[in-house]
């Protein structure tokens, strides 16, 4: 059974640094793409930064750009995101998936998926 277990989340305040994890079972992570999406409250689910299983290739969107850093380890099964920065408007809760293959801003791409860890930034 493949789980995805993603901690770190808390209360933090704007400026402060952040990092998360995500660590995997149940599935062979060095083959699989990685990413994490976030949904804050009344918002749809969206794209934050992905690294792919080969060449550690990452990828961002906009708003976290500069600002947030994807990275693995695979002998630890654990993909991390490192989140420097904070702003409120980055309060959510963070998934972290696994994908084969996947187009990397798509959510409905991604395999697996774990339960969340909330990020609330306070102003």
């Known amino acids: 059974q493949v789980q995805l277990v993603e901690s770190g989340g808390g209360l933090v305040q704007a400026g402060d640094s952040r990092r998360l994890s995500c660590v995997a079972s149940?599935?062979?992570?060095?083959?699989?793409?990685m990413g994490w999406f976030r949904q804050g409250p009344g918002k749809e689910r969206e794209f934050v930064a992905a690294i792919r299983r080969s060449r550690n290739i990452t990828y961002y969107s906009d708003s976290v750009k500069g600002r947030f850093t994807i990275s693995r380890d695979n002998a630890k099964n654990t993909e991390f995101l490192q989140m420097n920065g904070l702003k409120p408007e980055d309060t959510a809760v963070y998934y972290c998936a696994a994908g084969r293959s996947p187009f990397v801003a798509r959510f409905n791409e991604y395999d697996y998926w774990g339960q969340g860890t909330q990020v609330t930034v306070s102003s």
């Open positions: 149940g599935l062979t992570f060095s083959t699989y793409d």
